[in-house]
């Protein structure tokens, strides 16, 4: 059975950092690229991150370059999303998704996500 399986989101003030982390289950990150997005109150779903860890290849939405970062946890079935630099904008519900396509803008900027599983999201709150 397919599951991915968020943690890590919580409140922090502007300016600080988290961590959140996507456990996958049921199919090894050699078969799927993760996605991180994140769906804002009242806004639609849009996407964070991209990693393929087949390809070694990590791309990033506009708002995340220079601040976040995706990576492979220390467990093989874990992908990573470091968020710095946080701000009042960042607050959304974060989902992880195995990803099926992708789609770049000029200068390599992510601009959408095919997802085939979703996780159930984690909150991040950035407010003083």
């Known amino acids: 059975q397919v599951q991915l399986v968020e943690s890590g989101g919580g409140l922090v003030q502007p300016g600080g950092s988290l961590k959140l982390s996507c456990v996958v289950s049921g199919f090894t990150l050699d078969q799927y690229a993760i996605g991180w997005f994140r769906q804002a109150p009242g806004e639609g779903r849009e996407p964070v991150s991209f990693?393929?860890?087949?390809?070694?290849?990590?791309y990033y939405s506009e708002f995340a370059k220079g601040r976040f970062a995706i990576f492979r946890g220390d467990d093989k079935n874990t992908i990573d999303l470091r968020m710095s630099d946080l701000g009042p904008t960042d607050t959304a519900v974060y989902y992880c998704?195995?990803?099926?396509?992708?789609?770049?803008?000029?200068?390599?900027?992510?601009?959408?996500?095919?997802?085939?599983?979703w996780g159930q999201g984690t909150q991040v709150t950035v407010s003083s």
């Open positions: 990693i393929s860890i087949t390809e070694g290849r990590t």
């Open positions: 998704a195995a990803i099926e396509g992708f789609s770049l803008g000029p200068g390599g900027v992510l601009t959408n996500m095919n997802a085939k599983n």
